[in-house]
């Protein structure tokens, strides 16, 4: 009995011991994220060059509204759309030569979803919440009436890329930065590989390009957002 007593004895130091190790849980860096859903406003600017001839959109301003589900978890969910107010260039077609015309405002709209690996998992680190994110939707964009090319963006599948953080300003209220590029594909018409003037004039008789491509398109992008508790899940 006297050496149980001695093993309990041993045990209750030990543990003792072991609870003064690591960070009080009053100033430790990490802290939970008490609430599983997020609604986030950013706006930013688009950026690229549209592909080897300009006549995908890009270079423009951007607002993103998101919805976060899960988000208090190492993996969440997200259903988001977006509307770009972007330039384009557009080719056309002469007798002697073939020139670029524009840019045009050209404006886009798209809806998404996005799968988010949440870096701190449920919790924040000195406030901030990092995170992998991949996106994958549709995107639609007007025609331009005065591009007779045969060149037209239509709707296009595209996917997303990106990394970001989200910064907790209280428990509720926080900020989100975000880096992303929208990978959407371009097709060219085949007038520009068929004609011998090419789209530049007679000093670049041809475009060598494909006539179809994946453009990338780097979006930077921040704004405000709100948690609350979720009613779905």
């Not at 688009?46 to 001839?53: N, Q």
């Not at 789209?199 to 453009?215: M, N, Q, R, T």
Request: proline content about 7%; some cysteine.
């Amino acid at each position: 009995m006297k050496a149980f007593g001695f093993i309990v004895a041993g045990g209750c130091l030990a543990t003792t011991a072991l609870a003064q190790v690591g960070h009080d849980p009053a100033k430790s860096p990490y802290r939970d994220l008490r609430y599983g859903q997020f609604v986030s406003l950013t706006v930013g600017k688009v950026f690229g060059s549209g592909g080897d001839l300009g006549i995908s959109p890009h270079n423009g301003q951007l607002a993103i509204l998101r919805h976060d589900f899960l988000a208090d978890r190492p993996l969440s969910i997200s259903l988001g759309g977006g509307y770009a107010k972007l330039d384009r260039n557009f080719p056309i077609f002469g007798a002697t030569r073939n020139q670029l015309s524009g840019p045009v405002e050209h404006d886009v709209w798209w809806g998404e979803g996005t799968v988010q690996l949440n870096l701190t998992g449920g919790k924040s680190w000195h406030n901030l919440a990092p995170y992998l994110s991949a996106s994958m939707g549709i995107a639609v964009a007007e025609r331009v009436p005065a591009d007779t090319s045969g060149y037209k963006f239509g709707t296009k599948f595209f996917l997303a890329p990106a990394a970001g953080v989200r910064i907790f300003l209280t428990r509720r209220l926080f900020a989100r930065v975000e880096a992303r590029a929208n990978f959407w594909s371009v097709t060219y018409p085949n007038r520009i590989r068929d004609d011998p003037d090419g789209p530049f004039g007679p000093e670049v008789p041809l475009f060598a390009g494909e006539l179809k491509s994946w453009i990338p398109t780097p979006i930077l992008h921040a704004g405000l957002g709100f948690a609350f508790r979720r009613p779905f899940f």
